[in-house]
């Protein structure tokens, strides 16, 4: 049986615009998404910023409502089995905010130690273990309004792990972290499949979904478009190349005509300061290099190069397609 | 014994994570400073005007010191959850909901029981107020009813702080109200009807007036009615406070509302 699984599953906010005359608006941010995850395996949800994927991880944890499907972790529905599923699973939301800043980290702990209903013999051991595993021991005892960002994004996992969850849901846990904080980080989570647990991740870092996920789905505008192994999903793009444009002001026309070139899979543009970058890519033994620089005349190109596929480029060719 | 210690030991933590005024600097300023000062202005007001003697005004606004905690405190250990962003993670725990919820306003009475304490002192030393020791533990009694009757209001308030943006504003408004309609510095029956009726219906009316009858000299037994009237009132507002975080609680699933501030 799968730890989690999410059949159909689908959220629609409704929201209001206007003082006088009040419209209101549905967003369907969930469309229908099937998945399940196995035990022991951490699973990966990527995409974009509105993609669905935090508000997955909501209805998973019981914060929200699914509008319909269903949902089930450990086998209990995520609608009717409320209090069965809060009590096996742990989450970890990405930011600062969250936390009691008044308090010493070790008193944010005990908090959620009470609330979990961690019995009052075992609280010491259990929070001594977390702020070793998390890296926070022996500086437990100082307000978190005095921690940095990636201190308090560890004792955020801390919290999430009190009452030792056997699914932990973590939705971009390395957001805003020093590339250093965000390694160590990486380590722990890492380490928690290691010791057995399930989880569930989103992240916007490609090369940490590749080095951390068993499996990895891709979601674009609230549908999963791919599921897969970081191997299978390369291998989706895999078998073409990449050639990337240095351009100076390219206009939406433009991009669309290098589209419609054939044997060009997707383009995309990357703004890198002053520089656009267009990544193009394209099917395996075709050359479009003439075309698209045909496409791109009047226009100044700086340096044009070629590599192959990465992870990144499958993301987005799936979530633009 | 999860649920107990919830409401011991996490009222006491959350207490201690989410009101404003905890540092003592701004306790003394905010929680001792305001009813002392409140008292002297009435009490001199009073004298002035020659209506009433110091002692009226000392017990009135002593008692009604304890809406320093029970309103401002109150509303600030539950709503704060929300400015903090921590509603979230602690609505997605197992938590018994009637612990965690009532949990937080055991501080805030104990608080709220300091603060009248000190007001009365204030009144001892500053004013023309007597109050022999022997009246001391059955006005203390009658102090802390009306403490926990007015923690309940301050409860709801709360919980509308869950839903409303700076409820605050919703505790100085009840605030200051209760200085006219609870006969704490005007007598209920100056006041037109309509207006004692708002009165009758808060905390604080019935436990002022039983507070005075006990400082004049009257027993416990004499005000048991009086405050049998403000602890219902008190657990009414209680009621309808938790009540209305349930409901805020689960329309915030469905409309994804827990978060938005």
Known sequence: MAVIEAEELRRTYRTTTGALRRRTLDVEAVRGVTFAVERGELYGLLGPNGAGKTTIIKVLVTLLLPTAGSARVLGHDVVRDVREVRRRVGFVFGGERGLYERLSGLDNLRYFAELYGVPAREQGRRIAELLDLVGLSGRERERVEGYSRGMRQRLHIARGLMHDPEVLFLDEPTLGLDPVGARELRQTVAGLTEAGKTLLLTTHYMFEADALCDRIAVLSRGRIVAEGTPRALKERVGGGRVIEVEVFGIGEERVDALRAVGGVRSVAVEERGQVQALVVRTDAGVEVTPALLARLAGTTIGRVSYREPTLEDAYVALVEE | ?261
Not at chain 2, 234 to 243: C, N, S
């Open chain 2, 1 to 261: 014994m999860a649920a107990a210690r919830v409401f011991l030991v996490g009222g006491v933590i959350s207490y201690r994570a989410l009101f404003n005024w905890i540092r003592p600097l701004s306790y003394a300023t905010t929680m001792l400073g305001i009813p002392l000062f409140q008292l002297l202005f009435f009490a001199y007001v009073g004298r002035f005007a020659g209506v009433r003697d110091d002692a009226f005004f000392v017990v009135g606004n002593a008692v009604q010191a304890t809406a320093m905690g029970g309103l401002y405190a109150m509303t600030m250990t539950v709503a704060n959850e929300r400015f903090f962003g921590t509603l979230a993670p602690v609505l997605a725990t197992p938590a018994n909901r009637l612990a965690l919820f009532l949990g937080r306003a055991l501080p805030v009475v104990l608080n709220a029981l300091a603060v009248s304490a000190v007001a009365f002192a204030a009144g001892l030393l500053l004013l023309d107020f007597s109050l022999p020791a022997a009246r001391v533990p059955a006005l203390a009694a009658v102090v802390l009813v009306t403490a926990t009757a007015t923690t309940g209001l301050g409860l709801l308030l709360g919980s509308l702080g869950l839903r409303v943006r700076d409820v605050l504003f919703a505790s100085n408004l009840v605030y200051f109200g209760t200085l006219l309609v609870c006969g704490v510095n005007v007598p209920l029956d100056v006041l037109p009807p309509w207006l004692q009726a708002v009165g009758r219906a808060l905390p604080l009316t019935h436990g002022v007036e039983a507070a005075r009858r006990v400082a004049g000299g009257e027993g416990l037994g004499g005000v048991d009615g009086l405050l049998a009237t403000e602890a219902g009132i008190g657990a009414a507002y209680a009621l309808v406070a938790f009540a209305l975080f349930r409901v805020f609680e689960l329309e915030g699933r469905r409309r994804a509302s827990l978060e938005t501030y």
